[in-house]
């Protein structure tokens, strides 16, 4: 019921939360919109504590300068900073394989899941599996200079390319998934360039989208912004990637407090047994 829906949505938080929000009744505040009819909802007016601060599609809320803030302080790396040497996980590693731990990402979920898959071994390098949909995932201390942590998750689905983001829940470090060690070192330095954003790389193409205020929220328009996400959005799809909404996944693969298998900048993290844990 479209009256149910309004109450729970104005009235009900206003009310719980005891906000300084009017309710429209004798001496509250005026806070109210105005809307063109209940089935398409347009707003043509809001009005916040009596001053029309929106009208006819114009905001009229001036616009407030203010300094950015933003803390990054790691330089931008090499190729070798995205090695998993094979050597240290065998002797003879194409000969002796074994599972190694692997994050399971779920389609619109927070929560991950442990599976075990075996590693592909190229020159000594773990890489990325692209046929098994087993991609290497990093995360990178942007605050300071740290060794790159490394590891591997399932149902990203790229087959070419990768994604970056520091939109990283809750450390906000640079987090990335790519098909090759040379993608995700693209992807990495093209955020460390602007100091924070959401990247795609795609052999010589490279998509970004600057984030300026801690690496999480833009100074441009919000017209303009989204669409530039739209266009990443897209980009990261055309490399192969099934998932609704990639970087939203993305973005809470570090998310240690939330189970099953995360990575931080410290490494894997079990969540089930809140402690960290090996690769294998």
Sequence with gaps: DLFKTLKAACINPVKHYKLDVGLL?????ADFIVIDHPDTF??????????????????????????????????????????IDA????????????????????????????????????????ISDIENDILKIVVVNRYSEQPVSKAFIKNFGLKKGAIASTVAHDSHNIICVGTTD??????VNELIKCNGGIAVTKGPDRQVLPLAVAGLMSTGKAEEVSKAYARIDLAAKNCGTPLKAPFMTLSFMALLVIPELKLSDLGLFDGKKFAFTELY
């Excluded at 009744?25 to 505040?29: E, R």
């Excluded at 043509?44 to 029309?52: A, E, N, R």
């Excluded at 065998?90 to 899941?113: C, F, M, S």
């Excluded at 040379?182 to 992807?187: K, L």
């Design 182 to 187: 040379e993608e995700i070192c693209n992807a």
């Design 25 to 29: 009744q004798t001496n509250d505040k």
């Design 87 to 126: 050597l240290a996980y065998d002797q003879n590693p194409e000969d002796n394989r074994r599972p190694i731990k692997v994050i399971e990402a779920l389609e619109g979920q927070l929560i991950t899941k442990t599976t075990f898959a075996l590693p592909k071994i190229k020159d000594g390098n773990m």
């Design 42 to 83: 347009n707003i043509l007016t809001t009005v916040i504590d009596g001053v029309t601060v929106f009208e006819n599609g114009v905001s009229n809320i001036d616009s407030v300068h203010e300094t950015e803030l933003n803390q990054f302080n790691c330089q931008e790396k090499k190729l070798s900073d995205f090695k």
